[in-house]
């Protein structure tokens, strides 16, 4: 993939002699005529990784330029920038550092010189890429549970925090279904846990087959999943765990060796305006859960909070 590249320079002779330049090495080349031009290029979502800025040039200069890029970097990804200074100024060069240039170069370029300290543009662009990367993948790592792709603990309790938030404000209603697979051990003790592993896969996938939009699945223990449903009434609550019962229950899970039949329990409660807080309502939703287990499993069973509770 070829970097795109920004050229800023007034003087149109040695714009086109670095355009022309940077093009036949394989870069993707834009130009500006002036400071402004070139801002209103960088800031672009989509715009240039790569900028080389002359110092001065009509309405911004170069380092005004590279200051502004820097203020933008949380939301545009780190810009590389080279400096170009006419000869005799390098006492400048400290300010344009200063102001968050990477690299600059004396006017008129030698293009062999050019063409390494590209080299290092290169490498530190693909080491920021990199970077960014492997930033992703731990952010992701620490969300998601690494079995089932869903949310982990951690993450679905955030979710709950933030749906409850957003529904004080908008005194609305969050539901939290808790649901545990029936007699998984069971299947662990008989099948092996490869055969369990997948069978928390599928149940997980059938469960998001279910959910709507903007419900949120998390894998709240080992075979225990929590699901925040925002703006979704008691009634409506008791309806979705149902779809989700009857949808683990429908047909075997296949797994490399057996199909084997899955089931789930389910407790649900809904809390008004964003309360009571998440602690309660979990464990008003575990002990709606439990009531299902003890009344013979692959059941729905709904907690209703005291109206009282929504005075506070
Ligand atoms: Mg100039």
Same mark, same amino acid.
């Given at each position: 993939?070829?970097?795109?590249?920004? #050229?800023?320079?007034?003087?149109?002779v040695s714009r086109r002699v670095l355009q022309a330049t940077l093009a036949k090495w394989g870069y993707d080349v834009v130009v500006a005529h002036d400071g402004q031009q070139a801002w209103e290029i960088l800031r672009q979502a989509d715009g240039p990784n790569l900028a080389i800025l002359d110092w001065m040039m009509p309405n911004m200069d170069g380092v005004e330029v590279c200051r502004r890029v820097r203020s933008i970097t949380a939301q545009r990804g780190y810009i590389y920038? #080279?400096? &170009? $200074?006419?000869?005799?100024?390098?006492?400048?060069?400290?300010?344009?550092?200063?102001?968050?240039?990477?690299?600059?170069?004396v006017k008129p370029v030698d293009l062999a010189e050019f063409r390494a300290h590209l080299r290092v543009?290169?490498? #530190?662009?693909?080491?920021?890429?990199?970077?960014?990367?492997?930033?992703?993948?731990?952010?992701?790592?620490?969300?998601?549970?690494?079995?089932?792709?869903?949310?982990?603990?951690?993450?679905?309790?955030?979710?709950?925090?933030?749906?409850?938030?957003?529904?004080?404000?908008e005194q609305a209603p969050v539901s939290v279904l808790l649901g545990d697979l029936d007699h998984f051990k069971r299947i662990n003790d008989t099948?092996?846990?490869?055969?369990?592993?997948?069978?928390l896969c599928q149940a997980?996938?059938?469960?998001? %087959?279910?959910?709507?939009?903007?419900? $949120?699945?998390?894998?709240?223990?080992?075979?225990e999943f929590? #699901?925040?449903?925002?703006?979704?009434?008691?009634a409506g609550a008791a309806a979705l765990a149902e779809r989700i019962r009857r949808r683990m229950a429908a047909e075997a899970v296949f797994t490399d060796q057996h199909?084997?039949? &899955?089931?789930?329990?389910?407790?649900?409660? $809904?809390?008004?305006?964003?309360?009571?807080? %998440?602690?309660?309502?979990?464990?008003? +939703?575990?002990?709606?859960?439990?009531?299902?287990?003890?009344?013979?499993?692959?059941?729905?069973?709904?907690?209703?909070?005291?109206? +009282?509770?929504?005075?506070t």
């Open positions: 993939m070829s970097v795109r590249a920004l #050229i800023a320079e007034d003087d149109s920038v #080279i400096l &170009l $200074t006419a000869k005799g100024r390098k006492e400048d060069l400290i300010d344009g550092m200063d102001g968050g240039a990477d690299d600059y170069l543009a290169n490498r #530190i662009l693909e080491l920021q890429a990199k970077l960014l990367a492997a930033h992703e993948r731990l952010r992701d790592q620490a969300t998601h549970d690494p079995l089932t792709g869903v949310w982990n603990r951690l993450a679905i309790l955030d979710a709950l925090e933030r749906d409850l938030a957003r529904a004080r404000r099948y092996g846990h490869d055969a369990g592993d997948q069978a997980a996938k059938r469960m998001l %087959s279910v959910i709507r939009r903007y419900d $949120t699945l998390g894998r709240y223990g080992g075979e929590l #699901i925040v449903a925002p703006g979704c009434e008691s199909p084997l039949t &899955l089931t789930i329990s389910i407790g649900v409660v $809904t809390g008004e305006g964003g309360g009571p807080d %998440s602690a309660s309502l979990i464990q008003a +939703a575990d002990q709606a859960m439990y009531r299902a287990k003890g009344a013979g499993r692959n059941r729905v069973e709904v907690t209703v909070l005291a109206a +009282a509770v929504g005075l």
